[in-house]
């Protein structure tokens, strides 16, 4: 936790000093620019990121730290040229106009391909601060964090500001699912090559073409004008440009690839009475006897007392009286092996009938905004409030074995206009960092207590909360119109530099007749997403799997198992995201950027780099129509092949997902497990699907320190070679500093050729006379009616393995 007044660097925050006879200063990395508009600042960040800094009464701002963590860069080599109605500034890979009077930017990559060009005089007035671009007539623009209501916002006009919505409420649910943010990201990314981030805490409007087709403006309700300009080319290296600003997601332990489970505990709201100790331990019992597996498990809100000064809305952190013995609970829970345990937080303080917290936060002082309606709110920017929090408040339950909270309501409540807060920020801009501040307290806290990788469940977030992973979407309506909508907001959280997200498998509140199939699609849609979760409001079901029928349950467990028996592709996938924010979830236009059937394709995903996930999102679908971009594409369940650019339609018979594998694909299995680490993984079946020379990487760690941040980890390269009847498949040894458990081979390939010999490391295999036979001993097995080949390999992971089958 930092003070809003503690940065980085107070570099040039006086008044700018030119030279006598110049218009510019070149400092290191800054570029000082004197124009009639104002002073303006150029940090060049890298050869293809730079900042942009406006102002109009001579003085810069210091430099915030919650929302942008990193300032300081490697030289940048650049050069200026001035001429008389602009300066030219050069890096390796861009060319900067930077027009003098009115000072605009005209941006091009180094042949001189102008791509970026501001058009307004004006920057600032009365209630804003903004800028004008040209918008091109084939372009199109992604990402603003949390957003259900489209992909593509070419055309639309967005405000984003942490919020449930500005529109009507819908029948179900409380928040207007096409406008809310609950987490909203002022940055976005066109498919022109470059991204801009706007760097401020303020709420933004990016009017994109909504009321002249020839521009589009972003602009900010406050503060100054400093925004970021990312060059790609592809959205890759602007997600990872945007996030080496504002923080990369740090590695979850490796059992939260599991299922993350919540309940609450037998009463839901207006039914509070019926909660109890027992259910919690009962409900894992039952998961296990079930063998549904999962690995974490949160008590949601009833677990403690509703007081009268906020009700269901403020903490009290004491128990209801329901819960007799809240140690035994949570001892019994992990004695079911289950691997956490959390409680459901707000952060606003109630009193209840033994610790009157809101009293004590009050007289010391720990409370955001003394005398206003929200003065629970516990003072989040403030390191001394948060002991007192984690000391007075959290430590009464972490005592007991609470291991991780729920953090919410982190900024949907309504600060005081006007109101002047921690270090003389307005309400205006501390409201959408809020809960930036909220979520690190409790994840820096416990990560510090349980000795290992920090987790926090959280619901609201701004740019910077994919540093406190995981976030999900929050509670929306149990109705078949807001299935794909959740989608959509995954796969627009994942292009705002925000993977670990998640949702409530079947949606949150349902107020009307229970809907099996609804339920059944969208357990499908939830084991694939990056983080697994099930809970539901509904009394008294909770959207537990064997409430809704046999069919169902079977579902269930099937997609269940399935995630389990790709956490080490899933895993090494959450590698990928922390070191280069490349989502686990990932739209189509993100690996096709050149076709426009893709801008807005919410109905399919892609899983990692080799699954598309394609969910049935319409009701009582017979059938359903599926883009395969460019390549080859087997079905997952039948192995049927697929060229890409075309449109077809499917059968979609309910127990079945359509997932789709790129050609190329080589995926990592274990064997299933009720919960991750239930048991060695001694063989790792490699699923692959050849097509030319293709490769994956498979990480590994301990999954539970902090060694991978020293480089204590390890990778297992995998590649495949398929040339005329004859494939090639190597597994290496493992390289790095961890020295993972030792991994036989089992290898199942589809090829269309029938193999008469199969060699590992120059010596033959013994032809097996079936799958089953695959299964127990060396050997291989060809299906004639899949065009499947399955081997299981003599050697492991101690040393190079080559398979050649001609």
Same mark, same amino acid.
């Given at each position: 936790?930092?003070?809003?007044?503690?940065?980085?660097?107070?570099?040039?925050?006086?008044?700018?000093?030119?030279?006598?006879?110049?218009?510019?200063?070149?400092?290191?990395?800054?570029?000082?620019?004197?124009?009639?508009?104002?002073?303006?600042?150029?940090?060049?960040?890298?050869?293809?990121?730079?900042?942009?800094?406006?102002?109009?009464?001579?003085?810069?701002?210091?430099?915030?730290?919650?929302?942008?963590?990193?300032?300081?860069?490697?030289?940048?080599?650049?050069?200026?040229?001035?001429?008389?109605?602009?300066?030219?500034?050069?890096?390796?890979?861009?060319?900067?106009?930077?027009?003098?009077?009115?000072?605009?930017?005209?941006?091009?990559?180094?042949?001189?391909?102008? /791509?970026?060009?501001?058009?307004?005089?004006?920057?600032?007035?009365?209630?804003?601060?903004?800028?004008?671009?040209?918008?091109?007539?084939?372009?199109?623009?992604?990402?603003?964090?949390?957003?259900?209501?489209?992909?593509?916002?070419?055309?639309?006009?967005?405000?984003?500001?942490?919020?449930?919505?500005?529109?009507?409420?819908?029948?179900?649910?409380?928040?207007?699912?096409?406008?809310?943010?609950?987490?909203?990201?002022?940055?976005?990314?066109?498919?022109?090559?470059?991204?801009?981030?706007?760097?401020?805490?303020?709420?933004?409007?990016?009017?994109?073409?909504?009321?002249?087709?020839?521009?589009?403006?972003?602009?900010?309700?406050?503060?100054?004008?400093?925004?970021?300009?990312?060059?790609?080319?592809?959205?890759?290296?602007?997600?990872?440009?945007?996030?080496?600003?504002?923080?990369?997601?740090?590695?979850?332990?490796?059992?939260?690839?599991?299922?993350?489970?919540?309940?609450?505990?037998?009463?839901?709201?207006?039914?509070?009475?019926?909660?109890?100790?027992?259910?919690?331990?009962?409900?894992?019992?039952?998961?296990?006897?079930?063998?549904?597996?999962?690995?974490?498990?949160?008590?949601?809100?009833?677990?403690?007392?509703?007081?009268?000064? !906020?009700?269901?809305?403020?903490?009290?952190?004491?128990?209801?009286?329901?819960?007799?013995?809240?140690?035994?609970?949570?001892?019994?829970?992990?004695?079911?092996?289950?691997?956490?345990?959390?409680?459901?937080?707000?952060?606003?303080?109630?009193?209840?009938?033994?610790?009157?917290?809101?009293?004590?936060?009050?007289?010391?002082?720990?409370?955001?905004?003394?005398?206003?309606?929200?003065?629970?709110?516990?003072?989040?920017?403030?390191?001394?409030?948060?002991?007192?929090?984690?000391?007075?408040?959290?430590?009464?339950?972490?005592?007991?074995?609470?291991?991780?909270?729920?953090?919410?309501?982190?900024?949907?409540?309504?600060?005081?206009?006007?109101?002047?807060?921690?270090?003389?920020?307005?309400?205006?801009?501390?409201?959408?960092? /809020?809960?930036?501040?909220?979520?690190?307290?409790?994840?820096?806290?416990?990560?510090?207590?349980?000795?290992?990788?920090?987790?926090?469940?959280?619901?609201?977030?701004?740019?910077?909360?994919?540093?406190?992973?995981?976030?999900?979407?929050?509670?929306?309506?149990?109705?078949?119109?807001?299935?794909?909508?959740?989608?959509?907001?995954?796969?627009?959280?994942?292009?705002?530099?925000?993977?670990?997200?998640?949702?409530?498998?079947?949606?949150?509140?349902?107020?009307?007749? !229970?809907?099996?199939?609804?339920?059944?699609?969208?357990?499908? /849609?939830?084991?694939?997403?990056?983080?697994?979760?099930?809970?539901?409001?509904?009394?008294?079901?909770?959207?537990?799997?064997?409430?809704?029928?046999?069919?169902?349950?079977?579902?269930?467990?099937?997609?269940?198992?399935?995630?389990?028996?790709?956490?080490?592709?899933?895993?090494?996938?959450?590698?990928?995201?922390?070191?280069?924010?490349?989502?686990?979830?990932?739209?189509?236009?993100?690996?096709?950027?050149?076709?426009?059937?893709?801008?807005?394709?919410?109905?399919?995903?892609?899983?990692?780099?080799?699954?598309?996930?394609?969910?049935?999102?319409?009701?009582?679908?017979?059938?359903?129509?599926?883009?395969?971009?460019?390549?080859?594409?087997?079905?997952?369940?039948?192995?049927?092949? @697929?060229?890409?650019?075309?449109?077809?339609?499917?059968?979609?018979?309910?127990?079945?997902?359509?997932? @789709?594998?790129?050609?190329?694909?080589?995926?990592?299995?274990?064997?299933?497990?009720?919960?991750?680490?239930?048991?060695?993984?001694?063989?790792?079946?490699?699923?692959? @699907?050849?097509?030319?020379?293709?490769?994956?990487?498979?990480?590994?760690?301990?999954?539970?320190?902090?060694?991978?941040?020293?480089?204590?980890?390890?990778?297992?390269?995998?590649?495949?070679?398929?040339?005329?009847?004859?494939?090639? /498949?190597?597994?290496?040894?493992?390289?790095?500093?961890?020295?993972?458990?030792?991994?036989?081979?089992?290898?199942?390939?589809?090829?269309?050729?029938?193999?008469?010999?199969?060699?590992?490391?120059?010596?033959?295999?013994?032809?097996?006379?079936?799958?089953?036979?695959?299964?127990?001993?060396?050997?291989?097995?060809?299906?004639?009616?899949?065009?499947?080949?399955?081997?299981?390999?003599?050697?492991?992971?101690?040393?190079?393995?080559?398979?050649?089958?001609?």
């Amino acid at each position: 936790m930092r003070k809003l007044s503690i940065f980085l660097s107070l570099m040039f925050c006086a008044l700018l000093v030119f030279a006598a006879d110049g218009t510019y200063k070149q400092s290191g990395n800054a570029l000082l620019l004197k124009s009639d508009g104002g002073d303006v600042r150029l940090d060049f960040c890298t050869s293809d990121m730079f900042r942009v800094r406006l102002v109009h009464n001579g003085k810069m701002g210091t430099d915030e730290r919650w929302i942008v963590r990193k300032y300081d860069f490697a030289p940048v080599f650049y050069q200026v040229s001035e001429e008389a109605d602009k300066w030219v500034i050069t890096t390796d890979v861009l060319q900067i106009q930077a027009l003098k009077n009115p000072f605009r930017l005209v941006v091009s990559d180094k042949d001189g391909n102008v /791509f970026y060009t501001e058009t307004e005089a004006s920057r600032f007035f009365e209630d804003s601060v903004r800028t004008t671009v040209v918008m091109q007539g084939d372009e199109h623009f992604f990402g603003f964090g949390e957003r259900m209501d489209f992909m593509d916002q070419r055309g639309h006009k967005v405000y984003l500001n942490v919020e449930l919505g500005r529109g009507p409420r819908p029948a179900v649910g409380g928040k207007d699912i096409l406008r809310a943010n609950y987490c909203p990201v002022p940055f976005m990314m066109s498919n022109k090559g470059y991204g801009i981030f706007f760097h401020t805490a303020y709420p933004t409007e990016w009017n994109m073409g909504w009321d002249n087709t020839k521009q589009y403006s972003f602009k900010a309700f406050g503060g100054d004008l400093d925004y970021y300009f990312i060059y790609g080319p592809d959205f890759y290296t602007m997600i990872d440009r945007y996030t080496d600003l504002t923080g990369k997601a740090p590695m979850l332990p490796r059992f939260a690839m599991g299922l993350h489970l919540g309940t609450y505990s037998g009463g839901t709201w207006k039914n509070e009475q019926m909660t109890s100790d027992k259910y919690p331990p009962a409900l894992c019992k039952r998961m296990r006897e079930e063998g549904i597996p999962f690995d974490l498990l949160w008590l949601d809100s009833t677990w403690r007392i509703f007081n009268q000064t !906020y009700g269901n809305g403020g903490c009290t952190f004491e128990w209801r009286e329901t819960f007799k013995d809240p140690k035994a609970m949570f001892d019994s829970c992990y004695a079911q092996n289950v691997q956490m345990v959390g409680l459901h937080i707000r952060s606003i303080l109630d009193n209840g009938p033994e610790y009157k917290l809101l009293d004590q936060a009050r007289e010391a002082g720990n409370v955001l905004y003394p005398g206003a309606r929200t003065e629970g709110l516990v003072n989040f920017f403030s390191p001394d409030a948060v002991d007192w929090w984690w000391k007075n408040g959290v430590m009464k339950v972490a005592d007991l074995g609470c291991k991780f909270v729920k953090t919410d309501v982190g900024g949907t409540m309504s600060l005081k206009e006007g109101m002047v807060g921690t270090d003389g920020m307005e309400s205006a801009a501390l409201h959408n960092i /809020f809960p930036l501040a909220y979520a690190e307290a409790p994840f820096l806290k416990f990560q510090e207590l349980n000795k290992m990788r920090g987790l926090t469940h959280t619901r609201e977030g701004y740019a910077g909360i994919q540093r406190y992973p995981y976030i999900w979407a929050g509670d929306w309506g149990t109705e078949w119109q807001w299935f794909e909508p959740v989608i959509r907001a995954g796969l627009n959280m994942g292009m705002s530099g925000v993977g670990n997200w998640t949702h409530c498998m079947g949606g949150f509140e349902q107020y009307s007749a !229970y809907d099996t199939e609804l339920y059944t699609r969208w357990v499908q /849609f939830g084991m694939f997403s990056p983080i697994a979760m099930l809970f539901g409001m509904d009394h008294p079901r909770y959207h537990e799997p064997w409430t809704y029928g046999e069919e169902a349950m079977k579902n269930f467990i099937k997609y269940d198992n399935l995630r389990y028996s790709l956490i080490p592709y899933i895993y090494t996938n959450a590698y990928r995201l922390h070191e280069s924010a490349r989502p686990m979830m990932t739209p189509l236009v993100m690996d096709y950027p050149q076709d426009e059937n893709t801008y807005n394709l919410s109905r399919q995903y892609m899983f990692g780099p080799w699954m598309m996930i394609c969910p049935v999102t319409t009701k009582n679908a017979l059938s359903q129509w599926v883009y395969f971009p460019g390549g080859r594409w087997f079905d997952y369940e039948t192995g049927e092949r @697929y060229e890409g650019r075309q449109y077809k339609s499917f059968l979609t018979p309910l127990d079945v997902l359509p997932i @789709y594998i790129k050609a190329g694909a080589i995926i990592p299995m274990q064997p299933v497990m009720q919960w991750v680490g239930e048991k060695p993984v001694d063989v790792l079946t490699l699923d692959v @699907y050849p097509e030319g020379e293709s490769s994956f990487e498979m990480y590994e760690d301990d999954g539970l320190s902090h060694d991978y941040e020293k480089g204590v980890y390890a990778f297992t390269r995998f590649t495949s070679s398929l040339g005329n009847d004859k494939w090639v /498949f190597r597994a290496a040894k493992p390289e790095g500093k961890y020295k993972p458990e030792q991994h036989g081979y089992k290898v199942q390939a589809y090829l269309d050729f029938v193999p008469s010999q199969v060699t590992e490391n120059g010596k033959s295999l013994k032809a097996l006379a079936s799958q089953t036979d695959v299964d127990n001993q060396p050997g291989w097995y060809y299906s004639q009616e899949k065009k499947r080949l399955f081997v299981r390999l003599v050697g492991d992971n101690s040393k190079d393995v080559e398979l050649v089958v001609k």
